[in-house]
């Protein structure tokens, strides 16, 4: 008896045992996650089968799936021919049309899909560009690594499991940072960048392009920007502030380059959002035009990090003429709604002591009160002279959370990145907000023990953290609908190669990827890190991507 009751629990134990180790087979190793995932039984074959598409989808959207059908055929060698039948949409369920089908369901939105694979047909639906994008971006991380290389494989069959998706963001906004100004990075890593982002469902890419250390876009009005303001006369050694390494350095986009990598960028869903840093962190405008400073100079580019006094001098109305024909030039390279106008880190010591500042302060009224200084809101006055000459060319304005000090004129969006404080704040105030806390979203912090890791600027912010990231959090639901979303911040400082550059932005971009797609009781690290080890991990192999490894 003893002995069948001992046999009887042994059974279920390995019964749960099977159950368990058969959970995994039930996950798909696709991020972010899908919304609602059922994984069924067998695989559809995507070598040589046929792609039929519906009539209703517009030409981006055809030429998006007719190159996903092209790369399966250049590495199988098998053709898998493309077409267009006549009423697709009505014939597609009755069993007639095998292969890949996708068709257009304007019920969706702009950046939703599904996916149905049997092992017949693998079927799409989507609205729009992004929803197909994201779409395919699903499928090639559902099959063979090799979708991602340029290496011919006659051999390769391109499975997909049976599975049905249905998918769609939680925030809207999905952004990465890159600072190409303490560093700069050519137009074919900026690409790279752009390609790892939109691997993982990324759509806004937040450039920083204006520096203390360098200006980095040609601006034709203004040669001087370029041809003085890009170069600096060496770059501080490590952590040593005195230091110098007498290595001239520099680099700028020209206009051609710009409107090269937005399109890039645009054909894969992400909407640039150019940031021009002021009136702090401007050094580099500065050299190239002393008269736009209080003291009038001379300056130079800096040669190392931090926070220089040397700020624009809004007593003089040139400034406000250079920084609207810069904003000119923008405008035209840059289709996106919003612009960056940067607003951190702006010390007001030459303000005060400027003849033009406090000439301008006094010709406005501004008092200072209990709270702020007049000089700051000298600096609100700057932000909402440039806001609304953005406005009158109908853009929007996104600024660091530093202009949410004293006075903010409606319709601005704050980037909150002194943690999650400011981010609070302006939602409460009724003001939108992007959630980029250095608290989670800063990957110049080192993502291991300082010990081991590559220099960087310091911190602690290890891929778990990142994934940990919950952005409603201390939010009420009148705040939360302010929440555009969520990104992260690669500042450059430290960061001088291509291959540092990507090692601190992967893996923590994907678990970025998750906070910004995945809604929160579908997010799993455990599950994440599987995926990462199983599935990321050879995409950024096959890519030629360098990352740091856990
Ligand atoms: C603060 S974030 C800055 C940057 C630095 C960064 C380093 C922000 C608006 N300003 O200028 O690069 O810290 O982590």
Redesign the pocket.
Known sequence: MTRKLYLIVLACLALAVTMRAKKPSMVINVIPYPQSVEVGKGFFKGAGANFNCDQAIDADCATLIRDFADKLTFITGKVNSFAVPVGLSKIAGNGSVKGFIFLKDNAMGPEEYSIDITKKTCVVKASAYNGFLYAIQTLKQLTDVTIFSDKVDPAQKFMFPVVSIKDKPRFAYRGMHL?CARHFFPVEEVKKYLDIMAAYKLNRMHWHLTEDQGWRIEIKKYPRLTQVGAFRNGTMVGKDFKSNDGIRYGGYYTQEQIKDVVAYAQALGITIIPEIDLPG?MLGALAAYPELGCTGGPYEVWTKWGVSDQVMCPGKEGMFTFLEDVFTELMELFPSEYIHIGG??CPKTEWEKCPDCQARIKALGIKSDDEHTAEQYLQNYVTARVQKFLNDHGRKIIG?DEILEGELAPGATVMS?RGVAGGVKASALGFDVIMSP?SFC?F?YYQGDPATEPLA?GGDLPIEKVYGYEPFEGLDASQRKHILGVQA?L?T?YIGTNDYLEYMLLPRMCALAEVQWCKEEDKDFDRFAAALKAGSFKIFDTLGYNYRKF
Do not use: C, G, S
Request: charged residues 40%.
């Open positions: 600072d962190h951190d880190e660091w990145w250095n800063y110049d600027i911040n500042w400082e």
